[in-house]
Every structure is written in structure tokens, then in C-alpha cells.
């Protein structure tokens, strides 16, 4: 179990020291999402509709979509220098590369929500600090989910011919279901109502997102094979 | 396959069609002859003899792909690719189809084309997740890596299904309740001629996707075929 562990943090540890190197990935998230924000508030009007009834869908769209352009890279990366046959060949169990890539893009993609969360609150002029704790439940259950199988699918995408086209086309009609989730759980939580109330959603997104990681626990091992 | 086979194969399939034609020309007496006409929605009604089956038909055909998908991930034999690669484009045919069926239906009754609500809601999502995975066929170079990412992809596509169920159905809801299968028991909510011509048209469905099952398996093995008579070919000469 030690092993399995520091297996893992290798590969986190991995990602992250190139990113800080490199600091490519999390600045194009943090700049898209914020493109995606201010286009969509464009293409609404926000003296008629009312801003705590859009505001969920757009920052979580900001989300997915810039979460995909980490997912992308996730394993491309690896692809560019042959690095991924390397990882394979580690005498290392694929499930630990598999949750390694997953914390990795997990974490990725945690850093940049905490930093578009205070722009959309000055956007949206809509108040999070009040009911910040369920918010952060939600969104790292939507993110958890989002990433459990965004990190399966984009492992395999990553050996096709068009991989940017194929992995939001094979991502976004299974995300569906966290996505439905997650926009009614944040508009119920910056409505102030209690979470309590949305039980059914809460058990929705948590069980796609064990249902999820353990598919992926299962299957990691057929597409890391080369 | 050896020729001897493939003429065995021939003979079935030739039962199978004659049994198909049959069971279709049934079906057909029955929804336009036999069948009287629905009291309040009227003559368009009828278009639910092809709706239901048409449905019931594509959600089987993707619970093949499943079963195949994990049969082919476990045993890794060519023939289970096979198998889910015919019955995911027999289901993506039969999902438009009920995507085409639906709005005819709705526009008369509903009064709109489409409305969102939960049950043509799930079925375009899954209309979508199937053709995602014959993209990813048609993305990947024949092989064994093409065969594992579809399986994959059938499994984790198939899983969804009721998470999408239920949360489009949380999200809203307007289709007439199940009428066949009801808490009352089955077939309470329907005259019995209704349900007979239901049950003849879905046997006639059911046999017509095991012929087109056969039709393009067989065609799949040939292809698998041709493709070892040539690469013998290039190196004997």
C-alpha cells in the first residue's frame, strides 16, 4: 500500500514540477474560463435574466471547458516524447498511474476554479462567501467526477489520430447527468436554501463519481497497453 | 470460416428471413387492419406500434454492446468486437429512427416538435453516446486497440444509462406514464387488441434485429477475411 502511494505522488509530484516549470496549463485554463464567462455574459442579458438563475450553468460550463483543455494535455504530454511508454514500462501498477494523472488533473483544475470563484462573484454580483462550505462540496464533487472520467477517457483518446476533437465528443453526453447535477445543486446553494433539501442530487453525482473511478480502476489496464 | 459454414450460415439466415417477413406482414395487418383507432389521439396513435418497438429494440441492442464489451475485454476474442461493433450500429439505426418517430408523434398531441422532457431527453443523450463510439471505431486503425477502447467505451457508455435517467428525470418530466407495465400489473392501462399488436410488433422488431445481427457479422468475418487472403497473398509472392 506504501508503494501504491508513494507511486503515485511520484507522478503527481511529476506533473507538477513541470508545470511549474513550464506554467503552460494553468494559466490558458485560468484565461479560457474567463473568456468562456465573459462570452456567455454576452450572450445573455443580465438586466433582464436573473443572475442567480444563470450564474451556475455559465460557471460550470467555464469549468468543463476549460477543465477539457487540462485533460487534453494530461496525457498528450506524456505522448509528445514517447514519456507515456516510459510510465507504462515502470514496474508500477496501471491503476497508480491512472489515480496519479487523476489527482494531478483533479488538483489542476481545483486551483483554477479557486481563482475564478471571486471573479464570478464580482461579476454576477452575487454573494459566496455566505454559503461558501456547501459550494465547495458541490464543486468538488462535480470537479471529482468530472476528472474521474475525463482522466479514463482522455488516457485513451490520447492514442487516437484527432485526439483534441474525440475527447470532448466522447467526454460530454456521458458527463451529462453530473453536469444537470451540479448546476441545480450550486443554483440551490447560492439561493440560500439548504443542501439537505437536494439529498437525490448529492447521492447522483457521488455514485457517478465512485461509479466512475472503479470502471476506471477496471479498464485502465486495457488502454494502457500497448 | 470454411465454405461448408458459410452455407450453413446461409440456410439459417434464410429461415430467419422468411420468419422476419412473416411475422412483419402480421404486424403490419394488425396496426392498420386489425387495430381500432385510439379515441382521443386518433389515427397518428398508430405510429406507437413502430415507436415502442423501435426503442425497446436500440436499448437492447446496447445492452449487447455492454455484455459484449466486457465479454470482449475478458476474453479478448475478436468474435465479441465483432458482435458489439453490429449491434451498436443496429442500435444508433434504431435510435434515430425513434428520434424521428417521436417528434411525428408529439407535434399532433403535444402540439410541439420536441420538448424537453425526460424520456427524449435521455434518448437523444444516448443517441449521442453511441454514435460517439462508432466515431471512435471509425477514428482507429483496425486492431486489437480499437477493439479494447470500443469495449471500453461500451461498458462506461452502458453504466451511464441510468444515471442519466435519473437525473434528467429529476430535471422534468411530461411523457405519458408507462402504460404497458404498470403497479397494477402488466398490461392493465391497454385495450387488449392494442396490446396484442404491440407484442406482435415487437417480435417482429426483435427477429428483424437478429437478422440484421447476422447479415453484418457475417459481413464482418468476410471482411476479416479478405484482409488475411491479401496480406497471404503480398508475402507468398
Known amino acids: 500500500m506504501n508503494l501504491f502511494l508513494s507511486q503515485i505522488s511520484a507522478i503527481v509530484w511529476k506533473d507538477f514540477v513541470t508545470e511549474l516549470k513550464t506554467r503552460e496549463l494553468l494559466s490558458a485554463m485560468f484565461i479560457f474560463a474567463l473568456l468562456v464567462i465573459l462570452i456567455f455574459i454576452f450572450s445573455v442579458n443580465l438586466s433582464v435574466v436573473k443572475a442567480n438563475e444563470v450564474g451556475p450553468g455559465i460557471l460550470w460550463v467555464a469549468f468543463l471547458f476549460s477543465g477539457t483543455i487540462g485533460l487534453n494535455r494530461s496525457f498528450m504530454l506524456e505522448k509528445e516524447n514517447g514519456c507515456l511508454m516510459g510510465l507504462i514500462l515502470v514496474p508500477a501498477d496501471r491503476t497508480a498511474i491512472y489515480f496519479g494523472k487523476l489527482i494531478s488533473n483533479f488538483v489542476f483544475l481545483s486551483i483554477m476554479e479557486l481563482f475564478i470563484l471571486p471573479l464570478f462573484m464580482i461579476f454576477f454580483n452575487i454573494d459566496l462567501l455566505a454559503h461558501l462550505l456547501p459550494l465547495l462540496l458541490v464543486i468538488f464533487l462535480g470537479t471529482l467526477g468530472f476528472c474521474a472520467l475525463g482522466t479514463l477517457l482522455s488516457s485513451l483518446a490520447s492514442n487516437l489520430k484527432t485526439r483534441e476533437i474525440m475527447l470532448p465528443i466522447l467526454l460530454y453526453p456521458l458527463l451529462v447527468p453530473i453536469v444537470i447535477g451540479v448546476v441545480r445543486m450550486t443554483g440551490q ?38 | 470460416m470454411s465454405s461448408d459454414e458459410i452455407e450453413e450460415n446461409e440456410e439459417e439466415g434464410n429461415i430467419l428471413v422468411w420468419l422476419t417477413g412473416l411475422v412483419f406482414l402480421a404486424a403490419m395487418i394488425a396496426i392498420f387492419i386489425y387495430v381500432p383507432t385510439e379515441k382521443t389521439e386518433g389515427v ?87 454514435v460517439s463510439y462508432l466515431m471512435l471505431r471509425a477514428q482507429s486503425d483496425a486492431g486489437s486497440m480499437r477493439a479494447r477502447y470500443a469495449a471500453v467505451l461500451g461498458i462506461v457508455g452502458f453504466l451511464d444509462i441510468p444515471l442519466i435517467h435519473f437525473s434528467v428525470l429529476w430535471w422534468r418530466a411530461f411523457h405519458p406514464q408507462p402504460k404497458v407495465i404498470t403497479s397494477e400489473g402488466i398490461g392493465k392501462g391497454m385495450d387488449p387488441t392494442m396490446l396484442a399488436t404491440l407484442g406482435i410488433s415487437l417480435c417482429a422488431f426483435t427477429l428483424l434485429y437478429f437478422l440484421l445481427m447476422g447479415v453484418r457479422v457475417r459481413q464482418e468475418k468476410l471482411k476479416d477475411e479478405i484482409d488475411r487472403l491479401k496480406r497471404e497473398k503480398i508475402y507468398s509472392s
Open chain 1, 189 to 226: 446553494v447560492l439561493a440560500g436554501e439548504p443542501l439537505s433539501e437536494m439529498m437525490n442530487w448529492i447521492g447522483l453525482t457521488a455514485s457517478f463519481d465512485i461509479i466512475y473511478i472503479g470502471v476506471s480502476i477496471m479498464t485502465i489496464d486495457h488502454i494502457l497497453e500497448e
Open chain 2, 44 to 130: 397518428v396513435q398508430r405510429i406507437m406500434y413502430f415507436h415502442i418497438p423501435c426503442a425497446w429494440l436500440s436499448f437492447f441492442a446496447f445492452f449487447v454492446v455492454f455484455i459484449c464489451s466486457i465479454l470482449f475485454l475478458w476474453k479478448k476474442d475478436r468474435e465479441w468486437d465483432i458482435y458489439s461493433h453490429a449491434s451498436a450500429e443496429i442500435g444508433v439505426i434504431f435510435c434515430s429512427l425513434v428520434l424521428i418517430t417521436g417528434p411525428i408523434w408529439a407535434k399532433p398531441i403535444w402540439g410541439a416538435w420536441w420538448v424537453w422532457d425526460a424520456r427524449l431527453t435521455s434518448t437523444l443523450i444516448l443517441w449521442l453516446i453511441y
